[in-house]
């Protein structure tokens, strides 16, 4: 069995060069990238009660599912986590790799899929930020990635729910309004619900401990945690 839905794969390897654009095609990440950083952030050092100030995720074991060019990744790094990133798409990798030798970031970039790692080594947390609706079997994706994540150790997936107005919002508006996102980015049957996204975890000893909303503040410009679960959506779970 394979979690890498090809079509997919192609369809951010086509654009793999715009990664780091903040112009480009992936500008909405771009503007996403700070909410999601803060959030990351500000739930791992109370989960592992951190306290190095300078380097606040130092010595914490990340593994970026879905890295691309490695907008997460980078940041992740540079607050001290040894970080691995993965992709399916080699594109993606290569791009994610050039970069961060550029900013001198010591980041393990392989191209492959969770079910295909083979680690001895289990990580602390493991993002899956805007991959879940990317990929061919969420349950199978989902399961492949428990395997990874250690005892106590913490998972955030990011994606959109399935709701009439995640397709208004995310499909009708970002790409065919406001063009935020290259036509076909999102398929709206592949879009997750919290409540199916925590059954499915839970078969995994995986539970969950905070869902948030996030919303786009048009007059500010920027991304901000909300109530508000129709759209984009934020959640952690801990392994038990």
Same mark, same amino acid.
């Given at each position: 069995?394979?979690?890498?839905?090809?079509?997919?794969?192609?369809?951010?390897?086509?654009?793999?060069?715009?990664?780091?654009?903040?112009?480009?095609?992936?500008?909405?990440?771009?503007?996403?990238?700070?909410?999601?950083?803060?959030?990351?952030?500000?739930?791992?050092?109370?989960? !592992?009660?951190?306290?190095? *100030?300078?380097?606040?995720?130092?010595? &914490? @074991? =990340?593994?970026?599912?879905?890295?691309?060019?490695?907008?997460?990744?980078?940041?992740?790094?540079?607050?001290?986590?040894?970080?691995?990133?993965?992709?399916?798409?080699?594109?993606?990798?290569?791009?994610?790799?050039?970069?961060?030798?550029?900013?001198?970031?010591?980041?393990? #970039? $392989?191209?492959?899929?969770?079910?295909?790692? *083979?680690?001895?080594?289990?990580?602390?947390?493991?993002?899956?930020?805007?991959?879940?609706?990317?990929?061919? %079997?969420? @349950? /199978?994706?989902?399961?492949?990635?428990?395997?990874?994540?250690?005892?106590?150790?913490?998972?955030?997936?990011?994606?959109?729910?399935?709701?009439?107005?995640? #397709? &208004? !919002?995310?499909?009708?508006?970002?790409?065919?309004?406001?063009?935020?996102?290259?036509?076909?980015?999102?398929?709206?049957?592949?879009?997750?619900?919290?409540? %199916?996204?925590? *059954?499915?975890?839970?078969?995994? @000893?995986? #539970? $969950?401990?905070?869902? %948030?909303?996030?919303?786009?503040?048009?007059?500010? %410009?920027?991304?901000?945690?909300?109530?508000?679960?129709? &759209?984009? /959506?934020?959640?952690?779970? =801990?392994?038990?």
């Amino acid at each position: 069995m394979t979690s890498i839905n090809k079509k997919e794969v192609e369809k951010f390897s086509k654009m793999a060069t715009e990664w780091w654009d903040p112009e480009g095609k992936f500008k909405p990440l771009h503007k996403f990238n700070p909410i999601r950083i803060q959030y990351i952030k500000e739930n791992i050092i109370n989960n !592992f009660n951190l306290k190095n *100030k300078s380097k606040p995720l130092s010595g &914490v @074991n =990340i593994l970026d599912i879905g890295c691309g060019g490695g907008l997460l990744s980078e940041p992740m790094s540079k607050m001290g986590a040894k970080v691995t990133g993965i992709d399916a798409s080699s594109k993606n990798i290569k791009i994610a790799k050039l970069h961060s030798k550029k900013n001198n970031l010591k980041i393990n #970039y $392989l191209c492959s899929s969770p079910e295909k790692i *083979k680690s001895i080594k289990k990580f602390d947390v493991i993002l899956n930020m805007e991959i879940v609706e990317h990929v061919e %079997d969420v @349950n /199978y994706f989902l399961k492949s990635c428990s395997k990874l994540l250690k005892k106590n150790g913490l998972m955030f997936v990011a994606t959109i729910n399935k709701t009439l107005r995640s #397709y &208004v !919002f995310a499909i009708v508006g970002a790409e065919y309004v406001l063009r935020w996102l290259p036509i076909g980015t999102h398929e709206w049957e592949k879009f997750v619900k919290p409540e %199916d996204l925590k *059954k499915i975890l839970l078969k995994n @000893n995986l #539970y $969950l401990n905070k869902l %948030d909303g996030m919303k786009f503040n048009i007059i500010k %410009d920027e991304w901000n945690i909300s109530k508000d679960l129709s &759209v984009n /959506y934020i959640a952690k779970f =801990i392994k038990h």
